[in-house]
């Protein structure tokens, strides 16, 4: 049949998501999915809705939301705009600030959603490469990013977890001439942000999600932070009803639980420390976590035989082919109890 799509998306390989395996007994840790539940007020709000109200639209702007994000961070509403998720936000800012005279730039490696959204757009992409044994920067921001219309910076990265230098971050924000999109998605696990710049440049824009910290991956939510002008541009952009009303909900009775959020998150980072170490033990090279999920190489280099290893006892990891990424599997923070499955099944390969 005659291809009626454009050449940009018949070329298109697609994004491929982590796999969600129907297996028995599955250890999943492939997905940087919260081991523990959401916070019991969201269980409390759902019992509370009244399904009656679905003949309703939900919210377009999803204003209790943006509310709640504004007064957390002393900020107005008009800095704040909801999602679908954080994808559907960087969709809407890929379609927004690239084109194929727009270029972005991204790390490499990063998030594989960039590229496709890029391609989308047919936009270029300029890489900027990190050291592949450090996975640090090589080089200064603004000079990797010379000549982009959006810059994507993720902190903690994906799928290596470690942190760009905040001070760079700030200096770059200061000089690029461009938007620069810090994704934050893993950030409530690290050990600081960049949500400020978002308040303090006009050119930054400073994205979160529900899907990780929150345990929400399933309601889909995510919000952006920036200057009023950036952000009535993206609403322009968006569907008109882009959160559905109960995630609307769910969203803002989790929210409003820092302390359920304190705790998984300290839980998470406590076993992140314990596995780290443990990995190590095992002859493992461990990137510097600052997320919820360890970028590890075992000691034989070979990424792609530690998956399947795992994959054979029933322990889902993610693991992404490549020179450089092909040395390492990612292991998403589960429970200890998970964990200790997990390094039952390295040690019987590695010791
Ligand atoms: C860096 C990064 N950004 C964004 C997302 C998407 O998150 P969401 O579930 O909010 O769409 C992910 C998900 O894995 C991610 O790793």
């Known amino acids: 049949m005659k291809s009626y799509f454009r050449p940009a998306i018949d070329a298109l390989a ?33 019992a509370e809705f009244m399904s009656r109200n679905l003949r309703r639209y939900p919210d377009p702007a999803a204003d209790r939301l943006r509310d ?14 909801c999602g679908n998720g954080s994808d559907d936000l960087l969709t809407m800012i890929f379609r927004a600030f690239t ?22 757009q047919e936009a270029p992409v300029i890489r900027m490469p990190l050291d592949p044994a450090t996975f640090e920067l090589r080089g200064r921001l603004g000079e990797l990013a010379r000549g982009a219309n959006l810059a994507m910076l993720t902190r903690p990265n994906a799928p290596t977890g470690n942190s760009l230098d905040r001070a760079a971050v700030e200096e770059f ?9 810090i994704d934050e998605a893993y950030a409530d696990f690290a050990d600081d942000n960049c949500m400020e710049f978002a308040a303090k440049y006009d050119n930054v824009l400073v994205l979160r999600t529900f899907s990780k910290s929150y345990s929400l991956a399933g309601a889909r939510l995510g919000y952006a932070v920036g200057h009023p002008v950036l952000i009535d541009g993206l609403m322009k952009l968006k569907d008109s009803y882009n959160v559905d009303m ?3 909900i769910i969203g803002c009775a989790a929210f409003a639980d820092e302390a359920t959020l304190n705790a998984h998150v300290a839980a998470i980072r406590a076993t992140r420390a314990r596995r780290a170490a443990e990995l190590k033990k095992l002859g ?28 054979r006892a029933a322990v889902i990891v993610r693991y992404f082919p490549g020179k450089i990424t092909g040395r390492f599997i990612r292991i ?15 040690r019987g390969v590695y010791l």
């Not at 709640?68 to 705009?81: D, H, L, Q, S």
């Not at 998403?332 to 390295?346: M, N, P, W, Y």
């Open 284 to 311: 493992f090279t461990v990137i510097p976590p600052q997320s919820n999920f360890l970028f590890a190489s075992p000691p034989d280099g070979d990424g792609e035989r530690a998956f399947g290893e795992l994959r």
């Open 246 to 248: 109960l995630t609307q």
């Open 68 to 81: 709640a994000v504004a007064a957390r961070y002393g900020i107005k509403r008009e800095n704040v705009i």
């Open 173 to 181: 924000c200061a000089e690029f001439d461009g938007i620069v999109a």
């Open 14 to 46: 697609g994004y491929t998501p982590g796999e969600q395996p129907k297996i028995d007994n599955l250890i999943k840790l492939n997905t940087n999915e919260n081991p523990y539940p959401p916070s019991p007020q969201v269980a409390a709000a759902v």
């Open 99 to 120: 084109a194929p005279d727009r270029p972005v730039a991204v790390l490499d490696p990063s998030y594989s959603l960039y590229p496709v959204l890029a391609a989308m």
């Open 332 to 346: 998403s923070v589960g429970t200890d109890a998970e964990i200790d499955r997990l390094l039952e099944v390295l």
